[in-house]
């Protein structure tokens, strides 16, 4: 496998299941992200972790929690949601998260290919 | 704090048309700059990523943007366009936190159709 994978692809659950979303990166890379995307709106960045450091929290709802046991492997642990969290969720990760300088400019960041969450 | 507008939400080309899409950016810094591209279904993939080495930056499937400072623009360009073109397109900036660390901030998306 190479590059970020997500699984699982598409998932459907009710509000009140626990269910865990899970991302794995082969590049070697030291940061990874979750983000939220749903239809019409701007990517959401959720979590930022950095060599398995919670980096960034954008005041997500606790019904969302992360974990990051290692720099390969991200999960996001979901519970009780609500409709409005059904969206695609995508996983990222990149060489770093601190800026190389103003002359290296930022990290790309390489995604993987999403979990389709639909919340019933 | 940067941001990044995209000036259309949708383009429709036909097949071997140019395809511009459009992109301005506020920053108070010297930003990165990048384009990602999303097929149906699928997640983000990098097109080009602009870093004040050379404003014409070429990326894959021959798709280029120009960093224009004096216009705060980073428009993505195609001279022909082909069916497989047809996807969502991100125009992103790079961020820096108040903590020091960098964050990308993403454009709402044009979605480019390419018709036969």
């Known amino acids: 496998e190479t590059g970020v994978t997500q699984t699982p692809r598409h998932l459907v659950m009710g509000m009140t299941n626990k269910k865990s979303l899970k991302c794995e990166q082969h590049l070697g890379h030291n940061a990874m992200y979750w983000y939220k995307q749903s239809a019409k709106k701007p990517l959401e960045l959720m979590f930022v972790y950095s060599l398995e450091e919670r980096v960034e929290n954008n005041s997500v709802p606790s019904r969302f929690s992360p974990e990051c046991p290692n720099s390969s492997h991200l999960f996001l642990h979901l519970h009780t949601l609500q409709p409005e969290d059904s969206a695609l969720y995508l996983c990222?990760?990149?060489?770093?998260?601190?800026?190389?300088?103003?002359?290296?400019?930022?990290?790309?960041?390489?995604f993987g290919p999403g979990t389709r969450l639909t919340v019933t | 704090a940067q941001s990044v507008t995209q000036l259309d939400s949708h383009v429709s080309v036909s097949e071997g048309t140019p395809v511009l899409l459009r992109c301005n950016y506020s920053?108070?810094?010297?930003?990165?700059l990048f384009w990602y591209v999303q097929h149906p279904n699928k997640g983000l993939q990098l097109l080009l990523k602009y870093t004040s080495a050379a404003t014409l930056v070429k990326g894959i499937n021959g798709f280029e943007a120009e960093f224009k400072k004096s216009e705060t623009s980073f428009h993505l360009t195609k001279p022909s366009a082909h069916m497989s073109d047809a996807a969502e397109y991100f125009c992103?900036?790079?961020?820096?936190?108040?903590?020091?660390?960098?964050?990308?901030?993403f454009g709402a998306g044009t979605r480019l159709a390419v018709h036969p």
């Open positions: 992103v900036v790079s961020d820096q936190d108040p903590g020091g660390y960098n964050k990308l901030i």
């Open positions: 990222a990760s990149s060489q770093d998260f601190f800026p190389l300088g103003l002359a290296g400019g930022a990290y790309e960041q390489y």
């Open positions: 920053s108070s810094y010297s930003p990165s």
